[in-house]
């Protein structure tokens, strides 16, 4: 786990995907995260990598606008440039 300090500001965007639209964050990197099942405490909320299919671990905390923790690697290359919705265009 990689506590960030300083924490880096959030690029969250908004994209079409096959079940509708979705918010995810792309990170300094250009790796994209999705929204995480888990429970959020707080201002905090986690994501997961968009990889999944590719089994991919890695995974952020946001606290607000801030990723302020990245845990695991990715086990891929940054994701391809994405698609967003039209409200973001």
């Not at 929204?35 to 405490?41: E, R």
Request: proline share 4%; charged share 30%; with cysteine.
């Amino acid at each position: 786990m990689e506590v960030l300090d300083p924490p880096l500001l959030a690029d969250f965007k908004t994209v079409r995907q096959k079940g509708g639209i979705s918010t995810i964050i792309v990170d300094d990197l250009g790796f994209t995260y999705s929204s995480s099942n888990s429970k959020t405490k707080g201002h905090m909320k986690s994501w997961r990598c968009s990889k999944k299919n590719k089994k991919c671990k890695a995974s952020l905390a946001t606290d607000g606008d801030w990723i302020v923790v990245k845990r695991h690697r990715h086990n891929h290359d940054p994701s391809e440039p994405i698609r967003l919705a039209a409200s973001d265009q």
